[in-house]
């Protein structure tokens, strides 16, 4: 009987087959060592054990050319590193199985944190760049502002666990049934690790919350055991993270650490700035060249200084591997630069908004912007506008300087500012991930749409059809979305500054155009097949994405410190946008929403591997708990889509952080902040 | 007598339908858990089939403990009924609204729906919401064993830390709440915004003035749901007071409190020793001349 | 245990662990997939459900607790016209709310229209904090429950009247 919630696609967790197994994995209690023994008691009927052994030179899976072990063999990196698998026909017998499982560890000596071992680091990936303004010389000035800035790790809220479901049917065919952003890396490492041809492997994508992101290629590693495990089992396996698994050992944002230091002239204008930056990239990280480099990116192009200095490096720690989030490594980098600029007006004594205006890279981002304009000043001028940003923060400097209030029963306010950018398609000229558009339109007028891309919500796909029906002038009805990832489908890795529901945007947009071209010239009695790639975007010499698009951004964090009652309230979070094209304003409007709510939480909660352990996993602020949120887009009828998912992450934590620092008069450098922090951090004048 | 259900893993489950089969089996089953609304004990428990180690006697089906009566002078509510019931029954609106608005900041709407008003009480690792309000209510309770019956007010049920005791075999029965006796009331729970929980903190206060002088003042604070402070001797020198006090008066009273915070209190931490004392401020501040929420 | 119990307007009769929890007896005994469990704390929602008409969170009521009493599920209260007026608003607003937050939400806004609280946004807020999701806007979530409450609210106290003016 197969059970499942009734309509395709459906979650991992609601499906259940007769004679399905059920898997887990049995995890490392320590954080770093050696496997001294393992002892696996008599094992009841219909239960199996797998360990490194059993997939022997199979024992990994490949990312980005990176080795990734799928159970560890002698050496623990990681404390919850997977050590076995074992099956068993019920959920229980699984878990009294785990319970009597027996394994010696020789553990490492542990540091306190991943940030006191600066010297004896493994590092993966480094990076160094400079550059000088033409016929500048390097300055010999000193750095007038010195800082550093800490990001922790972050998950994201999300109600599902990661799992995957592989049916094992007739002549060894496996559906594999997961919920992935890379599905052609899912079938790829399936087809490695089982030697099962193409045409034998079958995956689907199961249903997701829509938060579900930031677990790129650990899919892939939950497909390759439970596939491995079904081909020598001959049976059907479920494979579902425990939300407590889920939370403490997937994927997360790396945490950073970055030191700035700049100087500045008369005029405002940069001198010089020089970043230096080290992510922790838990015990393995496959994307490090691009999560550098996306920084390095960022600190060349966001600022103008005559002299900019970038020196960066990605390192193992033995923590969990980090995943790519949202944002890739932006957010860190926007964290900490908005706050060395913000620090930085506020050791000048001059306006954060004007220093802005004076040292963003306006000529970059008028180049790649379709109007040509010098976005930020608009941006900002318009926040200025509906936030009274200048009135205030001078109000509230001046409150400061003053130390606090001497009067119980008061209020102490606090607003900061940030800028930042979201982008895609800046390399995609090098990219080695592409998506891809097949679009057939049959005699009968049915069109039918197979993208590689997977969209997050319903309502992206409403719009893809939107756009067919507008484009061919047939009813929505006739047109059908499917994802393909068979052979001939260009792999939808994870390009660099992603954006793949855009590119997919553009993609369906010439497919649809090219057909209604060709049905013009051809007539209908045939079927019409057009396919589109991610190339046939470049520029007729391949050196240039057409459809390159920035989003700009700014925000304005207000909040307010209750002496009374001690606590911290966000009164109210401003952000506008650049941002093109919109498809549909409420989801637009939602989606930076939830984003900036998931911001919030990452400055004000703690959510460290201890913590997570210790608190309950499941916080997400109920609706009695949410600041007032406004959201301004700037959006152009003649434009096109651009990304606008990931923007509040680099916007949101140093514009609030700023505000808090404001407030209890203190130079703040990491999140999270919480109030006892707040309020213990010495500077307050009740 | 219902027989006991047997969980295939280990526990009996006992449902009684009558307070005096539910006392028998306690008192034969003195390792037994009681289960009232569970939701303090599953929040406990994180394996998928919870795992009790002792038999549960479920007081949910018990009649004696789910009726709600009105008297003259208080309301009693058996320890069965849970805090969505209190919401909805008809005698709500006799109810002290001090204590109605804290029973609707209790949890959510499926938690208020399942925890009981008894269970509430006798949760001993964390000290609810209520406690504090019940207290400065003066409200009363019964409990009973197979053998005694014992009832009085609930502050003589509890501990130096504010903890309830139950003797051996003893189970919350009633719950009596004064109707009338005060006339201001003040409620604050925190947190506010978005900030965790851990930062949780509640004040309440209720009061009865005669034109400008207290007559009486109660007044109570919860930490984390850890510790429950009241300072009685604050309260008894407020009495006869005018409100709104002098500058003078205020700080008499807050060095008066606040050395009687130092002394007594074990505090978590300076951060929550100082909320407290900037929430008895706030009391003091208070014109007292309407009631709601301290802001 | 044997327990018997009312499921959906059907009379059901189970037998399973005394403490296994009901969103999972749900689940696994009676395949209504359509409630979700996550958190198992009581904390997120995703498994409301109503019992004798209240919402409760499922993983937080052990199987014990049903005997004799009155659940519904998401899968039994799509039958409902409130349920119909109360989607086609919510598809009115395109507000989508994801599977795992979609029936706390809905059982919230029920549980509300059907007590005596005044609609104003903080007694609205206060019903419907009990779910954690970021799947869809909060400041959406709140206009459209106004409006779906102020709708049935409106229909019910038509019936009442109805029902008065035919006695």
New interface residues.
């Given amino acids: 009987m197969n059970i499942d919630s009734g309509d395709y696609p459906y979650y991992v967790s609601d499906i259940r087959r007769e004679e399905m197994l059920y898997a887990c994995f049995l995890r490392s209690h320590i954080t770093e060592g050696r496997i001294q023994s393992v002892k696996i008691p008599q094992l009841p009927k219909n239960v199996s054990v797998f360990s490194a052994k059993d997939f022997g030179k199979k024992n990994f899976i490949t990312v980005n050319n990176l080795k990734i072990p799928l159970l560890a063999d002698k050496e623990i990196r990681y404390r919850g590193e997977p050590i076995l698998l074992i099956t068993a026909p019920s959920s229980e017998t699984l878990k009294s199985v785990c319970e009597s499982v027996e394994i010696e560890y020789k553990e490492k000596e542990m540091l306190e944190s991943i940030f006191s071992d600066l010297n004896g680091k493994t590092v993966i990936y480094k990076t160094s760049c400079s550059q000088s303004a033409a016929g500048e010389q390097e300055d010999e000035e000193a750095p007038e502002v010195i800082s550093s800035f800490n990001t922790p790790v972050q998950e994201h809220f999300y109600p599902d666990s990661q799992g995957v479901f592989i049916e094992y049917g007739p002549s060894s065919k496996l559906k594999v049934i997961v919920s992935s952003e890379w599905p052609k890396h899912v079938k790829q490492t399936v087809m490695n690790i089982t030697e099962l041809p193409s045409e034998k492997v079958f995956v689907m994508l199961a249903k997701s919350s829509p938060t579900f992101d930031g677990k790129i290629w650990q899919p892939s590693i939950l497909a390759a055991v439970a596939s491995f495990a079904a081909i020598n089992l001959k049976k059907s396996i479920k494979l579902v993270l425990s939300k407590k698994e889920d939370i403490l050992y997937s994927g997360k944002r790396a945490p950073a650490l970055f030191f700035i230091d700049a100087c500045i002239g008369d005029s405002m204008k940069l001198h010089f700035l020089n970043f230096s930056f080290t992510y922790y990239c838990g015990a393995y990280f496959p994307f490090a060249k691009e999560m550098i480099e996306t920084t390095a990116f960022g600190a060349k192009y966001f600022y103008n200084a005559r002299s900019i200095k970038i020196r960066g490096e990605a390192c193992v720690s033995n923590t969990p591997p980090t995943d790519f989030f949202s944002g890739i490594s932006l957010p860190q980098f926007f964290f900490a630069a908005e706050m060395f600029i913000n620090r930085l007006a506020k050791q000048k004594e001059v306006s954060p908004l004007e220093l802005r205006l004076a040292n963003i890279n306006h000529a970059f981002f008028r180049s790649i912007n379709y109007e040509k304009k010098d976005i930020f000043p608009i941006l900002l001028a318009e926040l200025n506008n509906r936030c009274d940003f200048t009135r205030k923060h001078a109000a509230y400097e001046h409150m400061r300087k003053r130390g606090g209030t001497s009067f119980p029963g008061s209020v102490i306010r606090g607003i900061g500012l940030s800028t930042a950018f979201q982008a895609n398609g800046l390399n995609m000229h090098r990219g080695r991930f592409n998506q891809s558009v097949r679009m057939s339109l049959t005699p009968e007028n049915i069109v039918k749409v197979n993208v590689s891309s997977i969209p997050n919500s319903k309502r992206t796909r409403q719009i893809w059809k939107e756009s067919v029906s507008e484009i061919l002038n047939l009813p929505i009805r006739n047109v059908t979305i499917s994802y393909s990832f068979s052979d001939e489908t260009a792999s939808n890795g994870p390009t660099l500054l992603s954006g793949n529901i855009s590119t997919i945007n553009r993609l369906i947009k010439l497919c649809a155009e090219e057909i209604r071209s060709k049905a013009q010239t051809h007539g209908r009695e045939q079927t019409i097949t057009v396919e589109k790639v991610s190339s046939d975007l470049l520029s007729r010499n391949k050196k240039k994405f057409l459809y390159t698009s920035v989003t700009c951004a700014a925000a304005v964090a207000e909040i307010s410190l209750r002496f009374l009652t001690m606590e911290l309230i966000i009164d109210k979070i401003t952000v506008i946008l650049d941002c093109g094209y919109i498809n549909n304003e409420a989801v637009a409007r939602q989606k930076i929403e939830t984003a900036v709510i998931q911001s919030i939480l990452w400055v004000t909660r703690d959510e460290s591997y201890q913590n997570l352990i210790n608190e309950s996993l499941f916080y997400y602020p109920g609706i009695d708990r949410l600041p007032e949120i406004e959201i301004i887009f700037r959006s152009s009828e003649n434009g096109f889509e651009k990304g606008i998912g990931e923007i509040a992450y680099s916007l949101i934590p140093a514009a609030l952080l700023t505000a808090v620092g404001q407030a209890v008069n203190k130079d703040l450098k990491e999140i999270p902040i919480e109030n006892e922090k707040i309020f213990n951090l010495g500077e307050v004048d009740k | 007598m219902n027989a006991p259900h047997e969980n295939s893993r280990l526990s009996l489950v006992f449902t009684p339908e009558h307070l005096g089969e539910a006392l028998s089996l306690y008192a034969r089953n003195p390792g037994a858990i009681l289960y009232a609304g569970g939701t303090a004990l599953l929040s406990k428990q994180s394996e998928r089939l919870p795992i009790f180690g002792a038999p549960l006697i479920s007081l949910k089906r018990v009649e004696e403990l789910k009726t709600i009566r009105r008297y003259e002078n208080f309301i009693e509510f058996g320890a069965a009924v849970t805090l969505g019931d209190i919401l909805r029954c008809k005698e709500s609106r006799f109810l002290p609204p001090v204590f109605k608005t804290a029973v609707r900041a209790v949890g959510t709407p499926a938690v208020r729906n399942t925890a009981t008003i008894g269970g509430h009480l006798a949760v001993t690792e964390r000290k609810l919401l209520l406690l504090p309000i019940l207290l400065i209510l003066d409200a009363a309770v019964e409990v009973k064993s197979q053998t005694t019956t014992r009832s009085g007010e609930i502050k003589r049920f509890l501990d130096e830390k504010n903890g309830f005791i139950l003797q051996a075999n003893e189970i919350i029965t009633k719950i009596r709440i004064p109707t009338g006796r005060f006339n201001l009331w003040g409620f604050s729970a925190l947190p506010g915004s978005v900030i965790r929980s851990q930062d949780f903190f509640m004040s309440c206060f209720v009061a009865r003035k005669n034109r400008f002088l207290i007559e009486k003042i109660n007044f109570a604070f919860n930490i984390d749901g850890r510790l429950v402070i009241r300072i009685k001797q604050s309260e008894d020198r407020l009495i006869g007071k005018k409100f709104p006090l002098s500058a003078a008066e205020i700080r008499e009273e807050m060095r008066f409190f606040t050395s009687k915070i130092e002394g007594e209190l074990i505090a978590p931490s300076p951060y929550k020793k100082e909320r407290i004392i900037n929430a008895f401020r706030l009391i003091l501040t208070q014109d007292l001349t309407k009631s709601g929420l301290i802001e | 245990?044997i327990i018997r119990f009312t499921l959906n307007n059907e009379e059901k009769t189970v037998d399973v662990?005394?403490?296994?929890?009901v969103i999972?007896l749900l689940?696994?005994d009676f395949?209504l997939?359509?409630n979700?469990?996550?958190?198992?704390?009581?904390?997120?929602?995703?498994c409301?459900i109503l019992?004798d008409n209240?919402?409760?969170?499922s993983?937080?009521?052990?199987a014990?607790?049903l005997?004799g009493r009155t659940v519904v599920t998401a899968e039994g209260f799509m039958k409902t016209e409130e349920y119909q007026r109360i989607n086609h608003i919510f598809q009115k607003?395109?507000y989508?709310p994801?599977?795992?937050?979609r029936w706390?939400k809905i059982f919230?806004i029920h549980?509300f229209i059907h007590?005596?609280e005044h609609i104003d946004s903080d007694s609205l807020?206060?019903?419907?904090?009990?779910?954690?999701?970021?799947?869809?806007?909060?400041?959406?979530?709140?206009s459209v429950a106004e409006q779906i409450v102020k709708a049935e609210k409106k229909i019910n106290t038509g019936r009442k009247h109805e029902r008065t003016a035919r006695k």
Avoid: H, W
């Fill in positions: 245990m662990p005394a403490t296994k929890r999972d689940r696994e395949d997939l359509r979700k469990v996550s958190c198992y704390q009581g904390a997120c929602g995703s409301s019992l209240c919402i409760v969170s993983c937080s009521i052990l014990f607790e005997k607003n395109q989508d994801c599977d795992f937050c706390g919230a549980e007590s005596e807020t206060r019903a419907l904090k009990g779910n954690q999701c970021n799947c869809s806007s909060p400041t959406l979530l709140l």
